[in-house]
């Protein structure tokens, strides 16, 4: 099984309108990360919000919220008014401990390309 | 902040060849980690530096290839005798501590003809 998930391979909206994107996590660690990163078409990966596995307080950010809920073991972000400029692969990440180690390890999911069409 | 630096961009090379990535992280990250990416796909973990240990290192990483960090400052990704499979983009990303966001570079693109 995966330990990250984005169901969503592929993703198009007209420009303006909303979009959610879905990530479901597995991990049996209390203590954990997560991540959304964006990876526009120049490449570079652009690191978006992190949450700890403490705080399932949701927050917005201009037109980008996330939703975490432990309880169903996802981590689900949303663009509002969605402009041409979104258009990139959006990367769900976990971060947990490497086993019986200290230190953690980053595991992404597969991506999902977003592409918003004027 | 300048940012994670890596060279270098593209390197297009023979089969059985030996290569050379360079990943200069944010200076006064002391955690460095090497991915591999390739199309269609989530960056894959190669490996982990702490300071000059490297202290993890994925069951992707094949006897071929050998990453360094000496000083504890830049490090260097090496793949000997290239292969086919090789071929994909070689991130690198640096971080303050586990708990925060690691940055990435642009990444080496690796292309074997």
């Known amino acids: 099984a995966q330990k990250v998930t984005q169901a969503q391979t592929e993703i198009s909206v007209v420009e303006k309108e909303d979009v959610t994107l879905d990530c479901v996590y597995e991990t049996r660690d209390t203590t954990y990360y997560l991540f959304w990163y964006k990876q526009p078409p120049s490449g570079e990966l652009v690191f978006l919000i992190r949450?700890?596995?403490?705080?399932?307080q949701n927050e917005i950010s201009g037109r980008y919220s996330w939703n975490f809920q432990k309880s169903t073991s996802s981590f689900n972000f949303t663009i509002t008014a969605s402009q041409v400029v979104d258009s990139a692969v959006y990367f769900c990440?976990?971060?947990?401990?490497?086993?019986?180690?200290?230190?953690?390890?980053?595991?992404f999911g597969k991506g999902t390309k977003l592409s918003v069409i004027p | 902040d300048t940012g994670v630096s890596q060279n270098p961009r593209h390197k297009i090379t023979k089969r059985g060849q030996n290569v050379t990535f360079r990943c200069d992280p944010i200076s006064e990250h002391n955690r460095l980690y090497w991915y591999r990416q390739t199309l269609g796909q989530g960056p894959e973990f190669l490996t982990y530096?702490?300071?000059?240990?490297?202290?993890?290192k994925s069951r992707l990483l094949s006897d071929r290839f050998s990453a360094e960090r000496p000083k504890g400052s830049f490090s260097t990704l090496e793949i000997q005798r290239t292969e086919q499979g090789d071929s994909a983009m070689y991130l690198c990303a640096s971080s303050l501590s586990h708990n925060q966001p690691q940055h990435f570079g642009d990444g080496t693109r690796l292309s074997i003809l």
């Open positions: 530096f702490q300071n000059e240990a490297q202290l993890e």
């Open positions: 990440a976990l971060s947990e401990p490497f086993p019986g180690a200290g230190s953690y390890q980053l595991t």
């Open positions: 949450r700890n596995s403490f705080d399932e």
